[in-house]
């Protein structure tokens, strides 16, 4: 009778009743101490248990829910069961809310020109992005949750082996599923609500767009990628030429023998009129250059801040002066140091204050220069001039409409093409520039993509020319320019101004920062990363940022800077969102509304708790130069308001990270600065799901990461540069999403808790430059082979180093394997190999590298020949460095397959540097014959710069040299070569003599001239 299907059906739903009764009561218990859940919450758990049990009778489920909702009564039970439609229903609600965010962007965008000169239409505009920003909170709170619980799955489903091994019969699911069941409901019902009280107020706000007359069909222009280096900052050409002409003959011109004070020449004329333009194409003038021995920018702004401004030039002078120098005398003492009997150019640009006694400490302190050292200021007031001294004023003239429109006609027209047809039109637009070459660099920028006469007709008609400015002649044309973008790159630009001015952007780090916040329109098949940087480029060819810093090798803009005007404006587009603190300054601000805040703060500062209400930020700055015991209360206190934080900057001295970081679930962006002094993060920080960026900047604090790395599933780009760091989690191949990993560590062969080589497999999409290191420890060198490099397409640049716990014969040989088998793709253009302990370096495909340009062998003890590099058709930087062994540079480094052939031998290298050889003895050509092209054989036909140091055993330089067009050779602390290379009398005077800059042992043997400076 027993084993009657039925008797046992009924013993299981006797036991599930008791199991389920246990679990609502260990539910109602942890309810009360951790949510915040009603009565009727606790019924719809219940039932939601009951439903997720396979019951063998399922109309008792009914029955038990039924005779709990009588219970309850009808007024709970109707209530309960509107609950049950609401959480039942929250999918479809959130798809919903997902459409309705688009509406809201096409309103915004709509929205945002009107909103400029309607008050009414402001109000509309705030609220309509207030709801904007909730909304998107509340969908990416329910992503969070979609993706945590996938996390928490698939490790339950790894760790718990027990669930194979249940007892026959069986049917209950873990406590801990039930558990995330709940959770899940818990959020299923809490954001219900949400979404129905949005919903409630986006009705009220879509019903008012009908007022305002909002067409949400109306069609934005889409930008199209444009290639920015095809467009020319042509203020630096246009118009300038007498001013320039000026200013160089004050800077260079010796003035008066008794004067021992530094002159100062001050440039003085309204923002936008190109002070700053001006006084950069002196500073870089290569007669400039040459005439001062040190020279100095430093921005000075408003307020005039001296011990920040006494720092600047300490930094310019000497990168490695200390940062934490606070007192201003001490730093004034380290300037009279730094300067003394030196001949400098110190320009100070952007200069407010009026108070000469700011200045006057600086004007002592720089009087220990030499003669002749200049002082070149920029401002936009005379007064300020004539308080700071100027022997010299200019005063900064507007362009004339002629040069106006020849700038604009510049960048407009690339092509070269001149479009007559549109020069009346273009004419007329020059005239409203008021003669400020900004303003005609961004109406340049403006009407670029623009071809046609109706164009060109509605920009000169536009009602925006009538709104009166900020700065006479900018307004209208940044206004014009901004609302043309679509609301994706408004929201990028009007972002910058939360930076503070004069702030050097890095293109990189801006493009991540976008991504953080979301602005970044997705596209199929093309990565986030690409799609900011064609926003970036967008902007920067509508004159939005100046100043470029481009990377030599591509030609790409890696760096630039905002003008001082744009950045005013920028914070004119989100003036009630930004927010910047600095002190213990109690401002009258509502922080409801404020989504950035920078709060600067010292030790001594009173924290202005109102802060605490700003709830809804999404970047935080978080900077001090020097922290007290209640900072780790202070930091833990606003992770636990600032829940919304999408990006994260913090530059101050902590010693730890709070655990409570975990609250941060929107978090996108952590940047520790080199202030941090954090060894470990916590391990709380791999329960933020949504991290897309971990920058550890100098943090040489650091030792390892956190083990939980594994679960930042959504982390494209993990970058760090700490030397303490020997330890790297394991699993961290998992993180498929990653684009850039700065470093890979490689584990001790004891660590069990480590990282394998091997992890990288899968790691594909990595681009930029990857540091692998402590190679030495890799036991199984299958695990090289593994590590698949030659399928990583995107990497540029490759740092191999052979670090290793222990020195033996299995490492050397070792190194030598796992060497043969990391071939990277061959489009490979950086390599830098470190540590090496084989005797060569021939894996074939070294030589393969078609594309590579710099190549570095450092610290290699035991090598004892090098590769046959000659072939490399695009290597351009070759560094040999601290090689013990090698005694012979020969033919074999050429790569010459015979002296017979013709041949062009390393045709694109342009520097080489051989250092710290102390057993290189000789270095030869073809053979050592003398005639080194003969047959055709050329050899190093681009090198510019030689260097050779600490090489005490070299007897003689290569015949070669002769033909080479070397521009720079320096010999240090070779004693038998140096002796050899002496000016005219020295044995290998002959193959040097043609070089216009040699230098041996600090001596300059000829300059460029030709004479002798020893």
Same mark, same amino acid.
């Given at each position: 009778?027993?084993?009657?299907?039925? $008797?046992? /059906?009924?013993?299981?739903?006797?036991?599930?009743?008791?199991?389920?009764?246990?679990?609502?009561?260990?539910?109602?218990?942890?309810?009360?101490?951790?949510?915040?859940?009603?009565?009727?919450?606790?019924?719809?758990?219940?039932?939601?248990?009951?439903?997720? $049990?396979?019951?063998?009778?399922?109309?008792?489920?009914?029955?038990?829910?039924?005779?709990?909702?009588?219970?309850?009564?009808?007024?709970?039970?109707?209530?309960?069961?509107?609950?049950?439609?609401?959480?039942?229903?929250?999918?479809?609600?959130?798809?919903?809310?997902?459409?309705?965010?688009?509406?809201?962007?096409?309103?915004?965008?709509?929205?945002?020109?009107?909103?400029?000169?309607?008050?009414?239409?402001?109000?509309? !505009?705030?609220?309509?992005?207030?709801?904007?920003?909730?909304?998107?909170?509340? %969908?990416? =709170?329910?992503?969070?949750? #979609?993706?945590?619980?996938?996390?928490?799955?698939?490790?339950?489903?790894?760790?718990?082996?027990?669930? /194979?091994?249940?007892?026959?019969?069986?049917?209950?699911?873990?406590?801990?599923?039930?558990?995330?069941?709940?959770?899940?409901?818990?959020?299923?019902?809490?954001?219900?609500?949400?979404?129905?009280?949005?919903?409630?107020?986006?009705?009220?706000?879509?019903?008012?767009?009908?007022?305002?007359? !909002?067409?949400?069909?109306?069609?934005?222009?889409?930008?199209?990628?444009?290639? =920015?280096?095809?467009?020319?900052?042509?203020?630096?050409?246009?118009?300038?030429?007498?001013?320039?002409?000026?200013?160089?003959?004050?800077?260079?011109?010796?003035?008066?023998?008794?004067?021992?004070?530094?002159?100062?020449?001050?440039?003085?004329?309204?923002?936008?009129?190109?002070?700053?333009?001006?006084?950069?194409? /002196?500073?870089?003038?290569?007669?400039?250059?040459?005439?001062?021995?040190?020279?100095?920018?430093?921005?000075?702004?408003?307020?005039?801040?001296?011990?920040?401004?006494?720092?600047?030039?300490?930094?310019?002078?000497?990168?490695?002066?200390?940062?934490?120098?606070?007192?201003?005398?001490?730093?004034?003492?380290?300037?009279?140091?730094?300067?003394?009997?030196?001949?400098?150019?110190?320009?100070?640009?952007?200069?407010?204050?009026?108070?000469?006694?700011?200045?006057? &400490?600086?004007?002592?302190?720089?009087?220990?220069?030499?003669?002749?050292?200049?002082?070149?200021?920029?401002?936009?007031?005379?007064?300020?001039?004539?308080?700071?001294?100027?022997?010299?004023?200019?005063?900064?003239?507007?362009?004339?409409?002629?040069?106006?429109?020849?700038?604009?006609?510049?960048?407009?027209?690339?092509?070269?093409?001149?479009?007559?047809?549109?020069?009346?039109?273009?004419?007329?637009?020059?005239?409203?520039c008021k003669g400020l070459p900004l303003a005609a660099k961004t109406l340049g920028g403006l009407m670029r993509n623009k071809r046609s006469r109706d164009q060109w007709k509605n920009m000169l008609?536009?009602?925006?020319?009538?709104?009166?400015? !900020?700065?006479?002649?900018?307004?209208?044309?940044?206004?014009?320019?901004?609302?043309?973008?679509?609301?994706?790159? @408004?929201? *990028?630009?009007?972002?910058?101004?939360?930076?503070?001015?004069?702030?050097?952007?890095?293109? +990189?780090?801006?493009?991540?920062?976008?991504? /953080?916040q979301g602005y970044i329109e997705s596209k199929v098949k093309t990565e986030m990363e690409i799609i900011a940087g064609e926003y970036f480029e967008n902007l920067a060819i509508r004159s939005f940022?100046?100043?470029?810093?481009?990377?030599?090798?591509?030609?790409?803009?890696?760096?630039?800077?905002?003008?001082?005007?744009?950045?005013?404006?920028?914070?004119?587009?989100?003036?009630?969102?930004?927010?910047?603190?600095?002190?213990?300054?109690?401002?009258?601000?509502?922080?409801?509304?404020?989504?950035?805040?920078?709060?600067?703060?010292? @030790?001594?500062?009173?924290?202005?708790?109102?802060?605490?209400?700003?709830?809804?930020?999404?970047?935080?700055?978080?900077?001090?130069?020097?922290?007290?015991?209640?900072?780790?209360?202070?930091?833990?206190?606003?992770?636990?308001?600032? #829940?919304?934080?999408?990006?994260?900057?913090?530059?101050?001295?902590?010693? @730890?990270?709070?655990?409570?970081?975990?609250?941060?679930?929107?978090? #996108?962006?952590?940047?520790?600065?080199?202030?941090?002094?954090?060894?470990?993060?916590?391990?709380?920080?791999?329960?933020?799901?949504?991290?897309?960026?971990?920058?550890?900047?100098?943090?040489?604090?650091?030792?390892?990461?956190?083990?939980?790395?594994?679960k930042l599933i959504n982390l494209r780009h993990l970058i760090f540069d700490t030397y303490a760091m020997t330890q790297f989690p394991r699993r961290i191949g998992r993180l498929i999403s990653l684009?850039?990993?700065?470093?890979?560590?490689?584990?001790?062969?004891?660590?069990?808790?480590?990282?394998?080589?091997?992890?990288?497999?899968?790691?594909?999409?990595?681009?930029?430059?990857?540091?692998?290191?402590?190679?030495?420890?890799?036991?199984?060198?299958?695990?090289?082979?593994?590590?698949?490099?030659?399928?990583?397409?995107?990497?540029?640049?490759?740092?191999?180093? !052979?670090?290793?716990? +222990?020195?033996?014969?299995?490492?050397?040989?070792?190194?030598?394997?796992?060497?043969?088998?990391?071939?990277?793709?061959?489009?490979?253009?950086?390599?830098?190999?470190?540590?090496?302990?084989?005797?060569?370096?021939?894996?074939?495909?070294?030589?393969?590298?078609?594309? %590579?340009?710099?190549?570095?062998?450092?610290?290699?003890?035991?090598?004892?020949?090098?590769?046959?590099?000659? @072939?490399?058709?695009?290597?351009?930087?070759?560094?040999?460095?601290?090689?013990?062994?090698?005694?012979?540079?020969?033919?074999?480094?050429?790569?010459?397959?015979?002296?017979?052939?013709?041949?062009?031998?390393?045709?694109?290298?342009?520097?080489?540097?051989?250092?710290?050889?102390?057993?290189?003895?000789?270095?030869?050509?073809?053979?050592?014959? #003398?005639?080194?092209? $003969?047959?055709?054989?050329?050899?190093? &036909?681009?090198?510019?710069?030689?260097?050779?140091?600490?090489?005490?055993?070299?007897?003689?330089?290569?015949?070669?040299?002769?033909?080479?067009?070397?521009?720079?050779?320096?010999?240090?602390?070779? &004693?038998?070569?140096?002796?050899? *290379?002496?000016?005219?009398?020295?044995?290998?005077?002959?193959?040097?003599?043609?070089?216009?800059?040699?230098?041996?042992?600090?001596?300059?043997?000829?300059?460029?001239?030709?004479?002798?400076?020893?």
């Amino acid at each position: 009778m027993t084993s009657c299907p039925y $008797i046992i /059906a009924f013993n299981q739903m006797l036991s599930v009743q008791v199991e389920v009764f246990g679990l609502f009561q260990f539910i109602i218990k942890a309810g009360k101490k951790k949510m915040n859940i009603t009565s009727i919450d606790y019924l719809l758990l219940f039932q939601f248990l009951l439903l997720s $049990i396979k019951l063998p009778f399922p109309t008792m489920v009914d029955a038990i829910v039924t005779d709990l909702l009588t219970q309850l009564g009808s007024i709970a039970a109707q209530q309960a069961q509107q609950e049950i439609k609401l959480i039942a229903g929250v999918d479809k609600e959130v798809q919903m809310l997902k459409d309705g965010l688009r509406i809201v962007q096409a309103m915004l965008n709509n929205a945002e020109e009107r909103q400029a000169s309607d008050v009414a239409v402001k109000l509309w !505009f705030d609220q309509l992005k207030d709801v904007y920003y909730m909304m998107d909170d509340v %969908l990416d =709170t329910w992503n969070t949750a #979609r993706i945590k619980s996938q996390i928490q799955k698939e490790e339950e489903e790894k760790n718990d082996k027990s669930r /194979a091994v249940k007892k026959v019969g069986s049917f209950l699911p873990s406590l801990s599923f039930c558990f995330r069941r709940v959770k899940s409901l818990a959020l299923r019902h809490e954001i219900g609500h949400k979404i129905k009280t949005l919903n409630e107020t986006l009705d009220k706000i879509v019903k008012d767009r009908v007022t305002y007359g !909002f067409d949400l069909t109306k069609q934005h222009d889409v930008i199209e990628h444009i290639k =920015t280096t095809s467009f020319v900052d042509v203020s630096n050409i246009i118009g300038r030429e007498n001013y320039r002409g000026d200013l160089l003959s004050n800077l260079l011109g010796k003035g008066s023998q008794e004067d021992r004070k530094p002159q100062v020449i001050s440039l003085v004329g309204m923002g936008g009129i190109g002070k700053s333009t001006l006084a950069q194409l /002196a500073y870089n003038d290569p007669e400039v250059q040459a005439h001062f021995q040190v020279r100095m920018w430093v921005c000075v702004s408003e307020p005039f801040d001296q011990c920040k401004i006494a720092r600047a030039i300490c930094q310019e002078l000497d990168s490695e002066s200390p940062h934490n120098i606070t007192e201003l005398q001490s730093l004034l003492h380290k300037i009279c140091d730094l300067i003394r009997g030196k001949k400098f150019l110190l320009v100070l640009d952007d200069v407010w204050t009026e108070d000469s006694t700011m200045w006057e &400490p600086f004007k002592f302190a720089l009087e220990y220069g030499a003669k002749g050292s200049k002082i070149l200021v920029t401002t936009r007031k005379y007064r300020v001039a004539e308080r700071m001294g100027s022997v010299h004023i200019i005063n900064l003239g507007v362009l004339s409409d002629e040069d106006c429109w020849l700038m604009i006609s510049k960048i407009v027209f690339f092509d070269n093409d001149q479009h007559k047809d549109l020069e009346d039109l273009g004419k007329q637009l020059a005239n409203k520039c008021k003669g400020l070459p900004l303003a005609a660099k961004t109406l340049g920028g403006l009407m670029r993509n623009k071809r046609s006469r109706d164009q060109w007709k509605n920009m000169l008609d536009s009602s925006l020319w009538e709104l009166e400015d !900020f700065e006479k002649g900018l307004l209208a044309p940044l206004l014009l320019s901004y609302y043309e973008l679509p609301l994706a790159l @408004k929201r *990028c630009f009007s972002y910058c101004a939360v930076f503070p001015k004069d702030y050097l952007f890095s293109k +990189d780090q801006l493009v991540l920062l976008w991504m /953080a916040q979301g602005y970044i329109e997705s596209k199929v098949k093309t990565e986030m990363e690409i799609i900011a940087g064609e926003y970036f480029e967008n902007l920067a060819i509508r004159s939005f940022f100046q100043d470029f810093e481009k990377d030599e090798s591509d030609d790409k803009i890696t760096r630039c800077k905002m003008h001082d005007i744009v950045h005013d404006f920028a914070q004119s587009m989100i003036t009630n969102e930004f927010v910047a603190i600095d002190g213990d300054m109690e401002l009258e601000i509502d922080y409801k509304s404020v989504h950035h805040l920078r709060l600067k703060f010292s @030790k001594e500062m009173l924290f202005p708790v109102s802060v605490y209400h700003a709830e809804n930020i999404r970047t935080l700055f978080l900077l001090s130069d020097e922290i007290d015991y209640n900072f780790n209360m202070l930091i833990s206190n606003l992770f636990q308001n600032f #829940r919304c934080l999408r990006t994260l900057i913090l530059d101050c001295p902590i010693k @730890k990270i709070p655990d409570v970081v975990e609250n941060l679930i929107h978090l #996108r962006f952590l940047l520790l600065s080199t202030k941090v002094e954090i060894e470990e993060l916590p391990e709380t920080i791999c329960n933020l799901c949504n991290l897309q960026t971990l920058c550890i900047d100098n943090c040489y604090c650091l030792k390892k990461l956190p083990q939980g790395m594994s679960k930042l599933i959504n982390l494209r780009h993990l970058i760090f540069d700490t030397y303490a760091m020997t330890q790297f989690p394991r699993r961290i191949g998992r993180l498929i999403s990653l684009r850039t990993l700065s470093h890979f560590i490689i584990s001790g062969k004891d660590d069990k808790e480590g990282c394998k080589l091997g992890e990288l497999k899968i790691l594909n999409q990595l681009q930029g430059t990857l540091r692998i290191q402590w190679l030495g420890n890799v036991v199984d060198v299958c695990e090289a082979k593994n590590a698949q490099l030659k399928k990583k397409t995107h990497l540029r640049g490759l740092y191999l180093g !052979f670090e290793g716990e +222990d020195e033996n014969d299995r490492r050397i040989n070792n190194n030598v394997l796992v060497l043969n088998d990391l071939e990277p793709h061959p489009d490979l253009e950086y390599l830098e190999i470190y540590d090496y302990q084989g005797t060569t370096i021939y894996p074939n495909w070294m030589i393969s590298l078609m594309k %590579l340009k710099t190549l570095c062998f450092f610290a290699c003890p035991k090598l004892k020949g090098l590769p046959p590099l000659g @072939k490399l058709p695009f290597l351009e930087s070759l560094s040999i460095i601290d090689v013990d062994s090698l005694e012979k540079v020969g033919v074999e480094f050429l790569g010459l397959e015979s002296i017979y052939k013709k041949d062009n031998i390393f045709p694109q290298l342009k520097s080489l540097k051989f250092s710290f050889l102390k057993e290189w003895k000789e270095w030869v050509g073809i053979g050592g014959m #003398r005639n080194e092209e $003969i047959n055709g054989v050329t050899i190093m &036909p681009c090198l510019q710069d030689l260097t050779i140091s600490r090489c005490p055993k070299l007897k003689v330089l290569p015949y070669f040299l002769r033909t080479t067009p070397l521009k720079k050779l320096v010999i240090f602390q070779c &004693p038998i070569l140096g002796e050899r *290379c002496q000016k005219e009398i020295g044995e290998d005077w002959s193959k040097i003599s043609h070089i216009p800059n040699i230098k041996i042992d600090w001596k300059y043997m000829q300059t460029d001239d030709g004479e002798c400076d020893a």
